[in-house]
């Protein structure tokens, strides 16, 4: 008797995404192992990694509000288009 099942796309990008958060996890710890070794560059056989920092800026959003009234804020904001994939687990036992 042969078995022949395909995997639904829901269960391949199930799998796939958990996947991706344990990977995420792992690349998280190794993240703060590096950051807490105070060295700028480890150096491996395959690549090199470096610890830079850089400045970024951000919206203040409560000084915006002092400064600004709501519609001229309202009028600062355009609309994005955000797709997202949401996982809804079956339950199954």
């Known amino acids: 008797m042969t078995f022949n ?6 269960d391949q ?4 995404k958990a996947a991706a958060d344990d990977a ?20 491996g056989v395959t690549c090199d990694v470096v610890l830079g920092l850089s400045e970024q800026r951000r919206v203040d959003n409560a000084l915006l509000k002092n400064l ?8 600062c904001k355009k609309p ?6 949401t ?3 079956k339950g199954i036992k």
């Open 5 to 10: 099942s395909t995997i639904s796309l829901a």
């Open 24 to 43: 995420v996890a792992a690349l998280d710890a190794l993240k703060a192992q590096i950051k807490a070794s105070g060295i700028e560059r480890h150096i």
């Open 87 to 89: 996982i809804r687990p």
């Open 13 to 16: 990008y199930a799998a796939a």
């Open 68 to 75: 600004l009234s709501d519609e001229q804020i309202e009028a």
């Open 80 to 85: 994005i288009l955000v797709e997202r994939i």
